[in-house]
């Protein structure tokens, strides 16, 4: 069974930076591709960025792109998401996800929650 805990989460002005972090934990982590979604209230869950389990290839929604990066740690088992330039509109749950391909996601951390204050 694959665990995901998500943390990082918080309370951030615009134009403010977080960075919020995923460890991973019942699988081989580098064999993984990992991913960002969030969801805002009364919308759907959304893709945020995406990385290889080698960490060679990143993918990026429009929305985030030149802003947020997401790396990973396979030593210690961790993905992050780098926020900068924080907008009120990027303000969500923000969940970690794991799965076999970069754009196939099973597994599901329960969320953190990010709030961009104007």
């Known amino acids: 069974q694959v665990q995901l805990v998500e943390s990082g989460g918080g309370l951030v002005q615009a134009g403010g930076s977080l960075r919020l972090s995923c460890t991973a934990s019942g699988h081989t982590f580098s064999n993984y591709a990992m991913g960002w979604f969030r969801q805002a209230p009364g919308k759907e869950r959304e893709f945020v960025a995406a990385?290889?389990?080698?960490?060679?290839?990143?993918n990026y929604a429009v929305s985030v792109k030149g802003r947020f990066t997401i790396s990973r740690d396979n030593a210690k088992n961790t993905v992050y998401l780098q926020m900068n330039s924080l907008k009120p509109e990027d303000t969500a749950v923000y969940y970690c996800a794991a799965g076999p391909l970069i754009q196939t996601f099973n597994y599901w951390g329960q969320g953190t929650q990010v709030t961009v204050s104007s």
């Open positions: 990385i290889s389990w080698g960490g060679g290839t990143t």
